[in-house]
Structures are given as C-alpha cells and as structure tokens.
C-alpha cells in the first residue's frame, strides 16, 4: 500500500476545496487508475508562501539522486520511519503536502478464492486528502516535482484488506500539515475510528490490475469474487 489509485476531480473543483492557487496549466486529467511515476495533482505551500495545486509526478526523488530511475521504488513513505530516512526526513520537515484522491485499491487473495480488488472511497462521496511529502529534483530536462504519500497502520474495517493504509487526513488537519514544523507524533497520528468507518470497501472488476485501463468502470461495485483458481479446483 498504496501502489494504486484514482483521483479525478478538475483542477478547478480542487483549487476551491483546498483554497489553493491552481498552477496546474490545464495541464489535470482524470485518472482512475494511477500507478507509480504518473503524473498527480498536489497542494503544497509554494515558494512564495501561499497554497498551490500542482502536477507532480508519483514517486519522490531526492534531490541527492543521480537519477529519477529508482522514483516507482519511492511511492511510499512509512510513518514510523519518515522522520529519520535519508530520503524522506528532509522533505518531511519541510515540504509536505496533500494528494488528493477520490480512493485507492487493494487487492486481497483469501484462500480458494482469486485475487480480488477492492476500491477504498469515503461512502459520502467526498475527496480524499493523502499525506505526503515532496521534492523538486534537478536534471538534464529542467525540475522534476515529485512526491511520495505516507503510509500508516491500518485500521478498523480496512485492516482486512490490507495491513498499511495512506495517512488520511481530515479537513481539520490539514493546515497543520502543511505548516512547517511541528510534532513529529502528532503530525503522524492515523484519524480516528470513527471517521475511517466512512470508508467503504467496495469490491471492483480486475481490469484495474492493468495500468492501461482507465475509466469510471473500473470503481464500479461488483459481486466479490468467490470462484476457486484452478489448482484448487476437486473432482471429489
């Protein structure tokens, strides 16, 4: 977790949740199924001290890095070791960000059963706030932007699909997020039990294990999966 996701709000719609200044140049798009290294809206304080919706790409690279090679490898930052990593430290204490995300897939293979995916999205059809970091690297073709969300135990109900789930943030917390500084302890507190149980768990077709499929289909409810994989299958 989270290796994959959906956020497809506009530009527009997200400069006005966020109260974020859009330098996106138009350049948003919907995507349903995000994987490692795409492009992603972020809001992050900018240079010049205000709120800014920007395009990164998924996966942070240090500024340190002699390449961004190694960017799907950095897609996820722990929060039990973000505050101490080489890679990650630096950005979180000074430039951390919200993902923005309509909800995220997990896949989950119970015994005599295939794999099956599930969607995670808030059950009131409300935005999602990942926390996240993010760095600017410099190369050969100009400044890469680039960010990594933080992942944290997981809790209630999403536990049974997945053990790790995004840091969430709620609405309350997210100019403290952003703020330089502060708690490490507290910036990293998952939310409470009673929010996440707003999260539902909804299972989805498998065509959202290819990453070239993309499209509102692939959040769409379907009956969980209960056929055997074939060697599992019995005569007797």
Same mark, same amino acid.
């Given at each position: 977790m989270c290796g994959r996701y959906a956020t497809t709000r506009s530009a527009g719609d997200?400069?006005?949740l966020f109260e974020s200044a859009d330098e996106?140049?138009?350049?948003?798009?919907?995507?349903?199924?995000?994987?490692? #290294?795409?492009p992603v809206? *972020?809001?992050? =304080?900018?240079?010049?001290?205000?709120?800014? !919706?920007?395009?990164? @790409? +998924?996966?942070?690279v240090p500024p340190w890095s002699r390449s961004p090679a190694g960017a799907a490898r950095m897609i996820n930052?722990?929060?039990?070791?973000?505050?101490?990593?080489?890679?990650?430290?630096?950005?979180?204490a000074r430039r951390r960000c919200l993902v923005p995300a309509d909800g995220w897939y997990e896949w989950v293979r119970r015994p005599g059963e295939a794999k099956q995916p599930y969607y995670l999205t808030p059950l009131d059809g409300s935005v999602l706030a990942f926390?996240?970091?993010?760095?600017?690297?410099?190369?050969?073709g100009g400044a890469l932007l680039t960010c990594s969300?933080?992942?944290? #135990?997981?809790?209630?109900? *999403?536990?049974? =699909?997945?053990?790790?789930?995004?840091?969430? !943030?709620?609405?309350? @917390? +997210?100019?403290?997020?952003?703020?330089?500084?502060?708690?490490?302890?507290e910036l990293l507190v998952p939310p409470p039990l009673d929010w996440l149980a707003g999260i539902e768990v909804r299972p989805v077709g498998p065509a959202v294990g290819d990453v070239r499929n993309d499209g509102p289909e692939l959040t769409a409810r379907v009956p969980p999966t209960r056929h055997p994989e074939p060697e599992d299958m019995r005569l007797f």
């Open positions: 997200l400069s006005v996106t140049a138009g350049a948003l798009v919907a995507d349903h199924n995000v994987a490692p #290294t795409d809206p *972020l809001v992050r =304080v900018s240079p010049a001290g205000h709120r800014a !919706l920007s395009l990164g @790409r +998924w996966g942070l930052a722990r929060v039990e070791t973000v505050a101490t990593s080489r890679a990650y430290a630096p950005a979180f926390a996240g970091i993010w760095s600017v690297w410099d190369g050969p969300v933080l992942t944290t #135990t997981a809790l209630g109900e *999403l536990a049974e =699909v997945h053990d790790r789930m995004p840091l969430l !943030l709620p609405p309350e @917390r +997210w100019a403290s997020w952003l703020g330089g500084g502060g708690d490490a302890a």
